[in-house]
């Protein structure tokens, strides 16, 4: 079992940025490909970013790429997401999430572990 826990949202300005964390705790977190998801108010939950369990390699939504920046740091057990020009349509609570195997990146039922989200919200 994994706890996820988000942290680092708020409420910022187009242009800006912010960094939000996940803290793991529970099994080996290097076992877990990470991911991160967002979800808008009347939208469905979409894909945002992962990173592999090494950290080594990471995947975007083409409407983020060049925009965010996945990362982890397997000694603290947490995972990134540096999120620059920032947009009003970032606007969402994003999800930390993780899986224990490594075939694919996208799909939000592939994930086994959630934590419990952290609202960004993008002011014009």
């Known amino acids: 079992q994994v706890q996820l826990v988000e942290s680092g949202g708020g409420l910022v300005q187009a242009g800006g940025s912010l960094r939000l964390s996940c803290a793991a705790s529970?099994?080996?977190?290097?076992?877990?490909?990470m991911g991160w998801f967002r979800q808008a108010p009347q939208k469905e939950r979409e894909f945002v970013a992962a990173?592999?369990?090494?950290?080594?390699?990471?995947y975007y939504a083409g409407s983020v790429k060049g925009r965010f920046t996945i990362s982890r740091d397997n000694a603290k057990s947490t995972v990134y997401l540096q999120m620059n020009s920032l947009q009003p349509e970032d606007t969402a609570v994003y999800y930390c999430?993780?899986?224990?195997?490594?075939?694919?990146?996208?799909?939000?039922?592939?994930?086994?572990?959630w934590g419990q989200g952290t609202q960004v919200t993008v002011s014009s």
């Open positions: 999430a993780a899986k224990s195997n490594s075939y694919y990146y996208s799909r939000t039922y592939d994930y086994d572990y």
């Open positions: 529970g099994r080996t977190f290097s076992s877990y490909t």
């Open positions: 990173v592999n369990k090494s950290g080594g390699s990471t």
